[in-house]
């Protein structure tokens, strides 16, 4: 291992392992070593859990769930949001263990982890708040009591591009709820996800409410789908995914929760401050090297303006810089793994044989050969895109920025929406009331207007049409967990005085 993990692995108490009924299982069905992206460096080896380990931690969610559906609401949330509290003292290690599995610079690391404790302080909250309420009988002297009731054990399925935030939006709102969780991370970032069991070990967590098993996709989903007693999906994956994990899970009818891929369009208006728009793209287009389900995918543009905003964003493109996540000054980071930057690179050299052009390339992190091992891909933007090139009607997730021109805004929209996914969309003018007369008009489950990041845990995020079902986040996240139960029974002060 490199010499700063061991020091990160015991500040965090941390064991490579599974973390089942509260303790390090430190075998399982298999092994895979995790890889630094950024060096090619190996860091340590991690069990995978195959269908045994997830029937043990199934039958200890469900242990755990006849005691923790009755703590008191007050009771659950005091855990989540000292969970929130012993993150925040912990950011610093658990942001270099992420960006050393993951890449993303040490900064955005950082942020990930405020981020991700922002659910387990709001549904620690909103724990306190989740009621039923009283409707009226038909009936003299009776009434409806209507009451949300946690679902059961949940299986929770997360990506490597944001290990840390995706689990816990997932995991806070499901303890928050009353339910018990087995939680299936990426086995490409399994170290930081692994590190959250201790952490809500120590915040007071009864051992059993959460399971954590790194695995294989198919070896999860499967397990997850064919026992009858998970009784929640949640996904966050890709549409492909999460198709076939709604097809495996019809056998048993859980509730499901999906966040799926997206192709999210960025529209410049004519009136659009092209200063803020290009700072704002370049921020978002690179948050975590464009690895982002939710990242500006089309970047459409007025023809009239195309030239001056290419000019603004080649500016921020240039001045960033590509390395390491680690090091001081870093901007982007490399990809998870090679093949992700081969499939980026198709996608970009199918555009250029296409007809589109490379507008600017920032390959700063050629000169460091300390990176030669790396996964990196130089950020790219690409002009003269149109929307029949693969580059437009996929999910790039890489530092790829394609510019489409547009002469008329209402074409633009309709455009803009003509794809089967309806994740995010951005809108940058400085007419708020046509800004968010386009918001409006966007098939998107959410909008930034002159935003670029407008995601908070306060608020329900959820896709549209192909990108997903339910949503994450707010008081609807909550619910995603809660099924609904009806007690008619008497009334109360209807006796006789």
């Keep these: 291992m490199p010499d700063t993990i061991p020091a990160l692995l015991s500040k965090l108490r941390f064991r490579p392992g599974l973390w089942l009924n509260g303790q390090w299982k430190e075998d399982g069905a298999e092994s895979i070593m995790i890889r630094n992206p950024a060096t090619g460096a190996d860091i340590v080896s991690v069990p995978l859990a ?36 012993l993150m925040a003292a912990r950011r610093q290690e658990l942001a270099e263990l992420l960006t050393q599995e ?79 969780a087995v939680w299936k991370p990426s086995e490409l970032t399994p170290l930081v996800a692994l590190a959250l069991g201790p952490v809500l070990q120590e915040a007071g967590l009864p051992d059993g409410v959460l399971q954590i098993l790194a695995a294989r996709g198919a070896v999860a989903g499967e397990a997850l789908s064919a026992d009858a007693r998970v009784r929640v999906l949640s996904l966050t994956g890709s549409t492909g995914t999460g198709r076939s994990l709604m097809q495996a899970a019809a056998r048993h009818l859980p509730r499901l929760s999906f966040e799926l ?3 999210a369009p960025f ?133 790829v920025a394609p510019l489409l021109c547009y002469d008329d805004l209402a074409d633009a929209v309709r455009r803009a929406n003509a794809t089967p996914f309806g994740l995010a969309a951005y809108v940058y003018g400085g007419d708020i009331a046509r800004a968010n007369a386009v918001a409006d008009a966007l098939d998107a489950g959410i909008v930034g207007v002159n935003e670029w990041r407008p995601l908070r845990a306060e608020i329900p995020f959820g896709g549209m049409k192909s990108s997903g079902l339910g949503s994450e986040g707010g008081e609807e996240g909550l619910r995603e967990f809660c099924e609904l139960k009806v007690v008619a029974t008497a009334s109360f002060g209807t006796g006789a005085l």
């Excluded at 997830?54 to 005691?67: H, M």
């Excluded at 923790?68 to 949001?81: D, T, Y």
């Excluded at 997360?158 to 840390?164: A, E, Y």
């Excluded at 929307?387 to 999910?395: C, G, H, I, N």
């Design 50 to 85: 195959g269908p045994g380990e997830f029937r043990s931690a199934i039958d200890g969610a469900q242990r755990a769930f006849e005691s923790w559906r009755h703590e008191p609401n007050a009771s659950r949330g005091n855990i989540l949001k000292k969970t929130a509290a």
């Design 267 to 399: 529209l410049v208006l004519p009136d659009a401050d092209l200063d803020l728009a290009a700072a704002d793209l370049a921020k978002l287009k690179l948050l975590c090297s464009g690895q982002v389900c939710v990242t500006a995918n089309r970047i459409f543009v007025p023809t009239s303006l195309e030239a001056a905003f290419a000019d603004k964003l080649a500016s921020q493109w240039r001045s960033l810089r590509v390395g390491n996540g680690l090091a001081a000054g870093v901007d982007v980071g490399p990809l998870i793994h090679g093949h992700a930057c081969e499939r980026v690179r198709g996608l970009v050299d199918e555009a250029l044989a296409a007809g589109a052009e490379v507008l600017c390339e920032n390959r700063s992190h050629e000169s460091d050969p300390a990176l030669s091992g790396g996964s990196f891909f130089a950020p790219v933007i690409l002009r003269g895109v149109r929307d029949e090139m693969r580059v437009a009607r996929e999910e790039i997730f890489g530092p």
């Design 261 to 263: 891929g997206g192709n």
């Design 102 to 180: 993951q890449g993303k610079p040490l900064a955005q690391a950082l942020a990930e982890v405020d981020y991700a404790a922002s659910f387990f302080q709001w549904f620690g909250e909103e724990s306190r708040r989740l009621c039923g309420r009283v409707q009226p009988h038909p009936q003299r002297g009776r009434e409806y009591l209507v009451r949300p009731v946690p679902a059961g054990v949940a299986g929770l399925v997360t990506p490597w591009n944001f290990p840390l935030a995706q689990g816990s939006k997932k995991i806070a709102a499901a303890l928050a709820a009353g339910c018990t």
